[in-house]
């Protein structure tokens, strides 16, 4: 590539628009609208791309480049698929950043998220555990119920209980190992990253593996204990119980992971846990295997129900005080619905904790299942029989949610987006009064998004099931023994439930399984589904350190360095971002310094940085910050939306028809403009179809863009 400055090569004012693709991962060439292109800088996963040779570099005197990120949050299937397993970890950790503004309530939030954080890892050890030690090690190995090879798995069947549990406590073991891995996996590092909580992961690391470890330990322990305490165990039991609440303190002291002043000494205390826990499991592990005292008759591990019970309970009791705390901050709610900050926390914590929580109980339930291992004993664990159920009502009762408030919003939905299009489209005779209703339609169902939160709200209070169920688990009694009891329903209809709800969870599981597998596959599908992955991922680990990494880390400061090496060389940057691509320039512009935004312009369209964003993580992506994008950029800013768009909308004003016009001092109200979506209701002359309805899709090649990108192109040549 010759990187002499093109206005030295022609005469003429050279300027590059930057185009930066959303969540549909669209290639390259789709971006620029070229036949054929050539990557000029970055790599497969990250890279900046230009007209190939034979292709017409220039449009309107502009030379277009395209920066293809869609491979960062993915890249390969294997990749993709591992966000599945992660999936509940990862949504722990966006949960996090959606803390309200207010300091105390804020900090409040932070503490309870990386609480729960840290009991989903310990969730998914017990739950590990309970087939390993108490599926394989107690019930397989120990009365030879399970099918074979199970049964005889590795020569163990001829061993003693002890060095069993021993041997098999490895597979717990190595899968903490294998979620360490999956969430060491990250995008090539920047040279500056973008998040500066990053080098937490490790102390986040240090205290989760410490947990994990000291939960295995307590289940061998407790087990061992049932027939009678040694000096040596009761030891061994009293530090690993000691161990869980250290790694809960260092959690849940406000601000102590993120102060700096501290950084080194709860760097060094997490490391100390980490290694008492370590050697904690060694001694544990070698005392169960040479402990030659008899073992209690029980027909699972003796203690195994307690431990999975208070692990879920806490659990639960942790989600029912975040709910509460959301919803009952008093602070500034949201500036069009009035609701309360930081109540996405609550929303996705719930649903991290449910699929958490319902993987957890499924894998024990269909294991035994499928091993025959809980024949004739009354089934699996108490704790996961309720898990499961608590899972199947709640989706029942969140189903029964969504469809109710579906049907109670659309008369007002479609009044209010029927009022759009009357101003749109005053006068349309009968041939185009069916084409006038699809378009309503279309609004009505992109003004969904705008019910969103009283969904939320309900669906936050939904939490209180999954705490009465863990209550009622600890009445000793099965569920369907409790629905004879006291509601008089025969077994077969909650065990029908159960049924249900496992399957429900194995459904999720394979969903989500080909979801991954078709977002990274098939373009149209990512468009769908995408936004779960590059939201979910997009976000620094500051929970849980086991999600999956932040590839914001790379992509913006990569960015911001293109646009400042383009400045450089050329007169000027046109940067456009559709939809997330939105956000990525966005924050690329805050970490401009002052000499490249004199030469820079933003074009947003189809962005979700108000409607979504802003209201998801007000403290981060708030007006405020919005506001110092506009300043950065000297207000050389249009941001295009449209009223069929379920995703992207208006930043700071709608400027609808009939709207008051816009405070004439304030720059803000001049960013905004609002495309009229389709141009017609009627095909044009010539066509036999009406104009499409564009909704989400980018329109890089629609007149108002260009209009826009011209407008824009004129102002940076001033």
């Known amino acids: 590539m010759d990187d002499t400055p093109h206005h030295q090569r022609s005469g003429r004012h050279d300027v590059v628009e930057l185009r930066v693709h959303g969540v549909s991962g669209a290639r390259p060439e789709q971006v620029l609208g070229l036949a054929h ?66 300091r105390r309530s804020g900090a409040g939030v932070t503490v309870l998220c990386r609480l729960l954080a840290l009991n989903l890892t310990v969730v998914y050890v017990v739950s590990i ?15 030879a119920r399970c099918r074979g090879p199970f049964d005889t798995m590795a020569g163990l069947d001829g061993r ?41 992961v490790g102390r986040l690391r240090a205290v989760h593996v410490a947990a994990a470890l000291a939960v295995l330990n307590l289940m061998l322990l407790v087990a061992r204990t049932a027939g009678g305490a040694t000096a040596s165990t009761t030891v061994l039991l009293t530090l690993s119980a000691a161990v869980l609440p250290v790694c809960a303190g260092l959690l849940a002291v406000p601000g102590l992971l993120d102060r700096a002043a501290t950084m080194r000494m709860v760097t060094r205390t997490a490391s100390a846990v980490g290694a008492v826990a370590v050697a904690l499991s060694v001694a544990t592990l070698v005392a169960v295997a040479l402990d ?45 619905n009035a609701l309360p900050q930081g109540l996405g926390a609550a929303v996705v914590a719930a649903i991290a904790v449910g699929l958490g929580s319902a993987f957890a109980a499924n894998l024990v339930y269909q294991s035994g299942n499928l091993l025959g291992g809980y024949r004739g004993d009354g089934g699996p664990p ?49 041939e185009g009064a069916e084409r006038l209703r699809q378009v309503t339609r279309a609004v009505a169902r992109a003004r969904f998004a705008e019910w969103l939160g009283l969904l939320a709200i309900t669906y936050a209070a939904l939490s209180g099931i999954g705490l009465a169920t863990s209550l009622l688990r600890l009445t000793d009694l099965a569920p369907d023994q409790l629905a004879w009891r006291v509601l008089g329903l025969p077994a077969g209809a909650v065990g029908m439930g159960l049924a249900l709800g496992s399957y429900l969870v194995a459904a999720v599981l394979v969903a989500l399984i080909l979801g991954g597998v078709f977002a990274y596959r098939t373009a149209w599908f990512r468009r769908h589904v995408g936004i779960l992955w590059d939201l979910g991922t997009f976000w620094p680990r500051a929970a849980h350190p086991f999600a999956p990494p932040s590839y914001a880390d790379r992509a913006v400061p990569e960015l911001a360095d293109r646009i400042i090496h383009l400045t450089e060389r050329h007169d000027g940057v046109l940067l456009c971002g559709h939809s997330h691509g939105s956000v990525l320039l966005a924050l690329a512009v805050l970490r401009l310094p002052p000499r490249v935004r004199q030469r820079v312009v933003l074009l947003t369209y189809g962005s979700p940085l108000d409607r979504l964003y802003a209201r998801l993580f007000p403290a ?44 004439p001092a304030d720059p803000a109200g001049r960013v905004d403009r609002r495309l009229r979506d389709p141009q017609g209701l009627l095909p044009p002359p010539g066509e036999r179809r009406p104009p499409p309805v564009r909704g989400h899709h980018p329109g890089e090649s629609d007149p108002d863009f260009r209009a826009a990108m011209s407008e824009l192109a004129r102002r940076l040549r001033l």
């Open 37 to 102: 292109v050539r990557q000029v800088a970055g790599d497969d996963s990250g890279g900046f791309h230009r007209a190939a040779e034979t292709e017409d570099a220039e449009r309107d005197g502009v030379t277009l480049e395209a920066y293809r990120w869609g491979d960062l949050p993915s890249g390969t299937v294997a990749r993709t698929l591992s966000l599945v397993f992660l999936l509940p970890f990862m949504l722990s950790n966006v949960a996090v950043w959606m803390r309200p503004t207010d």
């Open 292 to 336: 030659e005292r008899p073992w209690p008759s029980s027909d699972g591990l003796p203690g195994y129900d307690e431990v999975a019970s208070w692990a879920l309970l806490t659990q639960m009791t942790l989600l029912v005080a975040l709910s509460g705390l959301v919803l009952g901050h008093h602070g500034r709610g949201d500036r069009r």
């Open 382 to 430: 108490l704790p996961y029989q309720w898990t499961l159920l608590a899972f199947f009502v709640h989706v029942i009762a969140g189903v029964v949610l969504c469809g109710g408030l579906t049907l109670l919003s659309r008369r007002r939905r479609w009044r209010a987006a029927a009022a759009i299009t009357a101003r749109d489209f005053p006068t349309v005779g009968p």
């Open 160 to 200: 003693e209980v002890g060095p069993r549990l021993a041997v098999l406590a490895l597979l717990p073991i190595a899968a903490v190992a294998f979620l360490r891995l999956l969430g060491t996996r990250r995008p090539r590092p920047a040279g500056n990253p973008l998040w500066a909580v990053e080098p937490m």
């Open 620 to 663: 981060y992506l708030n007006e405020t910050v919005l506001r110092t994008v506009g300043d950065r950029v000297e207000w050389r800013w249009l941001n295009l939306w449209r009223d069929t768009d379920p995703v992207g909308g208006w930043i700071f004003a709608p400027h609808r028809p009939g709207d008051p016009p816009p405070d």
């Open 129 to 143: 555990g309970g087939v390993a030690l108490d599926l394989l090690a107690w019930r397989c190995l120990g009365a």
